[in-house]
């Protein structure tokens, strides 16, 4: 397995854009934001999966888990109605 690209910041934001309108889309079809979460999660999940070894995904993930703990992602805007 490879490690993740020393480039992919330079498409991050694209990406961001997209997943984005994703949720936007799952949102106007009455789909659960937990679920629309879920879906986005395991999706994110078996993509990493197929990119990088579990000790990378693990380093992903307990960074994702501190950001939470401090509190990082309160800051989020509401989610459109």
């Not at 799952?26 to 789909?31: C, G, R, S, V």
């Amino acid at each position: 397995m490879q490690q993740m690209d020393p480039q992919a910041p330079e498409d991050l934001s694209h990406a961001g854009s997209v997943v984005d309108k994703a949720i936007e889309y799952m949102l106007e079809q009455n789909i659960a934001p937990v679920s629309a979460a879920s879906a986005l999660l395991g999706g994110a999940l078996g993509l990493l999966a197929r990119n990088m070894d579990d000790r990378s995904i693990a380093a992903v993930l307990r960074q994702a888990l501190a950001s939470v703990e401090a509190g990082e992602l309160r800051s989020l805007p509401p989610l459109p109605r």
